[in-house]
């Protein structure tokens, strides 16, 4: 088995380690024996949404989504909603999550996104949404609890957009609503930093699975790992929610 990887934005897109992700990925499939391959695509590429089974972007500080978002919206954006249609799986976390909305205003200015979803995000006065933070999870018909940490400016509300999860302790989308992240069909995008797969490792195989079915036609069942290390830190990551 396969799975191929879009990482979009690397140098750019790439605060609180989160190309930790990539790595977690990566070591889950050759642990398992699948292949993992991972394509780069920066400012100015483009990209076949027939040849890639995950797409993932990270965050980046302010000034990193406005070099990035025109170029994510000219260059990418068809792309990328030909591979989410095809079944193919997204995750964007805090930056890269605010672009998968129809756009993120701040300091007078608007910047577009994907419209991918609908969302929209405001750097509204205020402090920063900043703390460790649980949220409580259905995937695949299964409650689970994710666990990170979360540091953003803006406040992001949903349309008619499904949230991620509920939050159980810390801010979540805007601290107000009670919600956190957003879900479509094969899409994912949340504030949880940190990086986010290795305190959650279940959500790195539904990742993977989806993945593995977009490329090969059937979802599999998954090998099962010592995970004794990743359920300590993600036991680590809830206990730090937990203590605000």
């Not at 605060?15 to 050759?30: P, S």
């Not at 990270?58 to 406005?66: A, H, L, S, V, W």
Request: hydrophobic share 35%.
């Amino acid at each position: 088995m396969q799975l191929r990887l879009l990482s979009l934005y690397p140098d750019q897109m790439n605060i609180y380690a989160d190309r930790g992700n990539i790595l977690f990925l990566q070591h889950r499939c050759e642990w398992r024996g699948i292949e993992f391959e991972v394509t780069r695509c920066g400012p100015g590429d483009r990209f076949d949404p027939t040849e890639h089974d995950l797409l993932y972007m990270g965050g980046g500080q302010d000034r990193d989504q406005k070099a990035v978002a025109r170029d994510l919206v000219k260059t990418k954006q068809a792309s990328m909603r030909a591979s989410l249609e095809s079944g193919a799986a997204i995750l964007a976390v805090c930056g890269g999550y605010q672009l998968l909305g129809e756009s993120y205003e701040l300091e007078g200015e608007k910047i577009a996104g994907l419209g991918l979803v609908d969302l929209k995000t405001v750097r509204e006065p205020g402090p920063r949404l900043i703390g460790p933070v649980a949220i409580c999870v259905d995937l695949d018909g299964e409650e689970r609890i994710l666990a990170g940490f979360e540091n953003h400016g803006g406040r992001t509300r949903l349309g008619g957009a499904s949230p991620l999860g509920r939050v159980i302790h810390g801010h979540g989308n805007n601290g107000q609503d009670g919600f956190e992240g957003v879900r479509q069909h094969n899409l994912i995008g949340t504030y949880l930093h940190g990086p986010l797969l290795p305190k959650n490792a279940w959500l790195a195989d539904h990742l993977i699975a989806t993945g593995l079915e977009h490329h090969h036609g059937s979802r599999p069942v998954l090998e099962p790992l010592d995970d004794d290390l990743e359920n300590a830190a993600h036991k680590a990551a809830l206990t730090a929610a937990r203590n605000g």
